[in-house]
Protein backbone atom coordinates (compact mmCIF):
# COMPACT_ATOMS: atom_id res chain seq x y z
CA UNK A 1 0.00 0.00 0.00
CA UNK A 2 1.50 3.40 -1.02
CA UNK A 3 2.09 5.92 1.60
CA UNK A 4 -0.62 8.70 1.08
CA UNK A 5 0.68 11.38 3.39
CA UNK A 6 2.37 13.44 0.21
CA UNK A 7 4.40 15.97 2.61
CA UNK A 8 6.16 14.55 5.83
CA UNK A 9 8.90 16.09 8.16
CA UNK A 10 11.24 13.67 9.99
CA UNK A 11 12.81 14.82 13.29
CA UNK A 12 15.75 13.33 13.45
CA UNK A 13 19.01 12.26 14.31
CA UNK A 14 18.47 8.63 15.49
CA UNK A 15 19.60 5.18 13.37
CA UNK A 16 15.80 4.80 12.60
CA UNK A 17 14.90 8.82 11.59
CA UNK A 18 17.54 7.39 8.67
CA UNK A 19 15.79 4.44 8.07
CA UNK A 20 12.41 5.92 7.94
CA UNK A 21 13.48 9.09 5.69
CA UNK A 22 15.35 6.17 3.31
CA UNK A 23 11.58 4.24 3.18
CA UNK A 24 9.78 7.64 2.73
CA UNK A 25 12.16 9.18 0.11
CA UNK A 26 11.69 5.93 -2.16
CA UNK A 27 7.60 6.30 -2.38
CA UNK A 28 6.46 7.98 -5.43
CA UNK A 29 5.35 11.14 -4.75
CA UNK A 30 6.42 12.02 -0.86
CA UNK A 31 8.53 14.44 -0.37
CA UNK A 32 10.12 13.97 2.83
CA UNK A 33 12.70 16.71 4.67
CA UNK A 34 14.75 15.59 7.53
CA UNK A 35 15.50 18.08 10.62
CA UNK A 36 19.03 17.60 11.75
CA UNK A 37 19.94 19.66 15.29
CA UNK A 38 23.14 20.38 13.86
CA UNK A 39 25.08 19.02 17.48
CA UNK A 40 27.05 16.47 15.73
CA UNK A 41 29.61 17.16 12.77
CA UNK A 42 29.46 15.17 9.80
CA UNK A 43 26.40 13.31 10.87
CA UNK A 44 25.00 10.01 8.82
CA UNK A 45 22.59 11.85 6.33
CA UNK A 46 19.34 10.08 5.51
CA UNK A 47 17.67 10.54 1.79
CA UNK A 48 15.73 13.19 0.82
CA UNK A 49 15.97 16.52 1.76
CA UNK A 50 17.54 17.52 5.02
CA UNK A 51 17.90 20.89 6.72
CA UNK A 52 20.23 21.43 9.69
CA UNK A 53 19.74 23.87 13.07
CA UNK A 54 16.90 24.37 14.98
CA UNK A 55 13.32 26.38 14.18
CA UNK A 56 13.29 29.29 16.73
CA UNK A 57 11.03 27.35 19.20
CA UNK A 58 7.61 26.21 18.81
CA UNK A 59 6.58 28.85 16.67
CA UNK A 60 9.32 28.48 13.88
CA UNK A 61 8.54 24.57 14.16
CA UNK A 62 4.66 25.03 14.07
CA UNK A 63 5.62 27.79 10.82
CA UNK A 64 7.07 25.41 9.12
CA UNK A 65 4.33 22.94 9.93
CA UNK A 66 2.38 24.85 7.26
CA UNK A 67 3.58 22.98 4.57
CA UNK A 68 3.18 19.42 6.38
CA UNK A 69 0.67 17.30 6.27
CA UNK A 70 2.62 14.86 8.93
CA UNK A 71 4.86 15.28 11.78
CA UNK A 72 7.28 12.03 12.63
CA UNK A 73 9.14 12.77 16.02
CA UNK A 74 12.57 10.31 15.36
CA UNK A 75 14.54 12.09 17.85
CA UNK A 76 16.55 10.41 20.14
CA UNK A 77 14.52 9.21 23.44
CA UNK A 78 16.48 12.22 25.44
CA UNK A 79 15.71 15.08 23.29
CA UNK A 80 12.93 16.05 25.33
CA UNK A 81 12.44 19.60 25.07
CA UNK A 82 12.30 19.10 20.59
CA UNK A 83 9.39 16.58 21.71
CA UNK A 84 7.78 19.01 24.00
CA UNK A 85 7.98 21.27 21.10
CA UNK A 86 6.74 19.07 18.91
CA UNK A 87 3.80 17.94 20.47
CA UNK A 88 2.56 21.75 21.22
CA UNK A 89 3.06 23.11 17.64
CA UNK A 90 1.53 20.17 16.39
CA UNK A 91 -1.76 20.49 18.21
CA UNK A 92 -1.13 24.33 17.12
CA UNK A 93 -1.26 23.87 13.95
CA UNK A 94 -3.34 20.71 13.32
CA UNK A 95 -0.80 18.42 12.12
CA UNK A 96 -1.01 15.11 12.96
CA UNK A 97 1.91 13.94 15.24
CA UNK A 98 3.66 10.29 15.34
CA UNK A 99 6.20 10.20 18.08
CA UNK A 100 8.63 6.96 16.87
CA UNK A 101 10.43 5.96 19.94
CA UNK A 102 12.27 2.56 20.52
CA UNK A 103 11.60 0.37 23.44
CA UNK A 104 13.97 1.01 26.83
CA UNK A 105 16.12 -1.48 27.93
CA UNK A 106 14.44 -4.20 29.94
CA UNK A 107 16.59 -5.59 33.40
CA UNK A 108 16.95 -9.27 33.36
CA UNK A 109 18.32 -12.01 35.94
CA UNK A 110 22.14 -10.75 36.68
CA UNK A 111 22.01 -7.50 36.19
CA UNK A 112 22.43 -4.75 39.22
CA UNK A 113 21.02 -2.03 37.10
CA UNK A 114 20.32 0.89 39.89
CA UNK A 115 17.85 3.65 38.41
CA UNK A 116 17.91 7.49 38.56
CA UNK A 117 15.54 9.85 36.87
CA UNK A 118 18.60 12.51 35.93
CA UNK A 119 22.28 12.99 35.01
CA UNK A 120 22.39 14.94 38.26
CA UNK A 121 21.04 11.94 40.29
CA UNK A 122 23.49 9.62 38.54
CA UNK A 123 26.43 11.62 39.44
CA UNK A 124 25.37 11.45 43.41
CA UNK A 125 24.86 7.65 42.86
CA UNK A 126 28.71 6.94 41.99
CA UNK A 127 29.88 8.77 44.70
CA UNK A 128 32.53 6.24 46.50
CA UNK A 129 33.55 4.35 43.31
CA UNK A 130 36.43 4.73 41.99
CA UNK A 131 36.41 3.86 38.45
CA UNK A 132 33.11 5.10 36.49
CA UNK A 133 32.94 4.61 33.02
CA UNK A 134 30.77 7.05 31.82
CA UNK A 135 28.41 6.02 28.68
CA UNK A 136 25.84 9.54 28.35
CA UNK A 137 27.39 11.03 25.99
CA UNK A 138 28.93 14.44 25.61
CA UNK A 139 25.77 16.14 27.67
CA UNK A 140 25.69 16.12 31.48
CA UNK A 141 29.57 14.88 31.51
CA UNK A 142 29.73 18.30 33.75
CA UNK A 143 27.94 16.80 36.56
CA UNK A 144 30.51 14.49 37.10
CA UNK A 145 33.40 16.27 37.86
CA UNK A 146 33.66 15.97 41.33
CA UNK A 147 33.44 12.20 41.11
CA UNK A 148 36.08 9.13 39.72
CA UNK A 149 35.62 9.16 36.79
CA UNK A 150 37.85 6.11 34.23
CA UNK A 151 36.82 6.85 31.06
CA UNK A 152 34.07 8.73 28.99
CA UNK A 153 33.16 7.98 26.09
CA UNK A 154 31.04 10.06 23.51
CA UNK A 155 30.78 10.64 19.58
CA UNK A 156 32.44 13.72 20.44
CA UNK A 157 34.31 16.08 22.74
CA UNK A 158 31.97 16.78 26.12
CA UNK A 159 32.65 20.78 27.26
CA UNK A 160 34.63 19.69 30.22
CA UNK A 161 36.02 16.59 31.36
CA UNK A 162 36.31 15.11 34.63
CA UNK A 163 40.08 15.14 36.20
CA UNK A 164 41.91 12.27 35.46
CA UNK A 165 39.43 10.44 32.82
CA UNK A 166 40.35 9.32 29.37
CA UNK A 167 38.42 10.13 26.49
CA UNK A 168 37.19 7.85 23.87
CA UNK A 169 35.70 9.11 21.10
CA UNK A 170 33.31 6.73 18.98
CA UNK A 171 30.24 5.99 17.27
CA UNK A 172 28.26 2.57 18.62
CA UNK A 173 27.07 0.14 18.53
CA UNK A 174 29.84 -1.64 19.88
CA UNK A 175 30.81 -5.09 19.52
CA UNK A 176 30.80 -7.33 23.03
CA UNK A 177 34.22 -8.01 23.29
CA UNK A 178 35.38 -4.48 22.70
CA UNK A 179 32.94 -3.83 25.80
CA UNK A 180 34.20 -6.34 27.81
CA UNK A 181 37.68 -5.21 27.18
CA UNK A 182 37.05 -1.49 27.79
CA UNK A 183 35.69 -2.49 31.06
CA UNK A 184 38.59 -4.91 32.43
CA UNK A 185 41.45 -1.68 31.23
CA UNK A 186 39.85 0.79 32.95
CA UNK A 187 39.14 -1.82 35.99
CA UNK A 188 35.60 -0.24 35.69
CA UNK A 189 33.39 -0.73 38.78
CA UNK A 190 30.35 0.81 37.49
CA UNK A 191 28.86 1.69 34.63
CA UNK A 192 26.88 4.64 34.15
CA UNK A 193 23.92 4.81 30.68
CA UNK A 194 20.96 6.47 29.44
CA UNK A 195 18.23 4.67 29.05
CA UNK A 196 18.42 4.92 25.29
CA UNK A 197 16.95 1.32 23.89
CA UNK A 198 18.54 0.12 20.77
CA UNK A 199 21.57 -1.48 19.76
CA UNK A 200 23.88 -0.31 22.01
CA UNK A 201 23.13 -2.82 24.76
CA UNK A 202 26.41 -4.89 24.75
CA UNK A 203 27.84 -2.54 27.68
CA UNK A 204 25.33 -3.50 29.61
CA UNK A 205 25.61 -7.36 28.84
CA UNK A 206 29.14 -6.70 29.62
CA UNK A 207 28.47 -5.31 33.01
CA UNK A 208 26.28 -7.91 33.96
CA UNK A 209 28.83 -10.51 33.02
CA UNK A 210 31.82 -9.26 34.73
CA UNK A 211 29.24 -8.58 37.86
CA UNK A 212 29.35 -4.40 37.72
CA UNK A 213 26.66 -2.72 38.35
CA UNK A 214 24.77 -0.12 36.26
CA UNK A 215 23.45 3.29 36.91
CA UNK A 216 20.60 4.14 34.38
CA UNK A 217 19.00 7.28 33.76
CA UNK A 218 15.10 6.69 32.99
CA UNK A 219 14.38 8.99 29.30
CA UNK A 220 12.01 11.75 30.10
CA UNK A 221 8.19 11.29 29.65
CA UNK A 222 6.71 11.95 26.62
CA UNK A 223 4.08 14.72 26.40
CA UNK A 224 0.55 13.05 27.41
CA UNK A 225 -2.08 12.49 24.45
CA UNK A 226 0.62 12.11 21.64
CA UNK A 227 0.69 9.14 19.48
CA UNK A 228 3.89 6.57 20.10
CA UNK A 229 4.74 3.87 17.81
CA UNK A 230 7.50 1.35 18.39
CA UNK A 231 9.33 0.57 15.73
CA UNK A 232 10.34 2.52 11.61
CA UNK A 233 7.53 -0.30 10.15
CA UNK A 234 4.64 1.36 13.00
CA UNK A 235 5.37 4.74 11.83
CA UNK A 236 5.36 3.48 7.98
CA UNK A 237 1.91 2.00 8.41
CA UNK A 238 0.47 5.45 10.08
CA UNK A 239 2.27 7.11 6.96
CA UNK A 240 0.16 4.62 4.81
CA UNK A 241 -3.00 4.82 6.66
CA UNK A 242 -3.09 8.57 6.54
CA UNK A 243 -5.97 9.70 3.95
Given at each position: MP????????????????????ALAAEPGVVVTTSLAGRTRDPRLPAGDVRTGGFGGVEGLAAA?????????????????????????????????????????????????????????????????????????RQGVGEFLGTSVAVVRSIEAPDVLPPGAELVLARGPFALDDERAL??????????????????????????????????????????GVRVVDDVAGALQVCRDRA
Open positions: VTARRILVLGGTAEARELADLGQVDLLLDATHPFAARMTDHAAIAAAATGVPLVVLRRPGWTEGPGDHWIRVPTTRAAAVAVVGYRHVFLAIGLRRHEVDVVVAKDSGGATEAKLTAARELGVPVVLVDRPALPP
